[in-house]
């Protein structure tokens, strides 16, 4: 399993439309990403410009397939006039 977080600066005053498309979005991959267990958006509730992603997937391999999927490309480009820059990746690992 995959886990990973992106952290996601939004521009001021993009807040709301950034969280309409992200939604959209969030529901798309998960019903149609091939191995993604999780996908949730969440805002920042102190600074509501920072969005963090909580992401799970099955393996690598799927989340590969996502991230050059022609539907993240889209999303890169629709995401951008809201966005200060690509996300921030952390991959995790659970503690066992």
Known sequence: MVNLIAIIKLKPGKE???AQKMVEYSR???VNDCGCIQY???IDVKNPSNVVLFEKWADQASLDAHLNSP???EARKMFAECTEGPA???FLKEMK
């Open 28 to 30: 798309f991959v998960q």
């Open 40 to 42: 949730a958006p969440h």
């Open 71 to 73: 539907q993240m490309k």
């Open 16 to 18: 709301a439309l950034f």
């Open 88 to 90: 921030q990746l952390q």
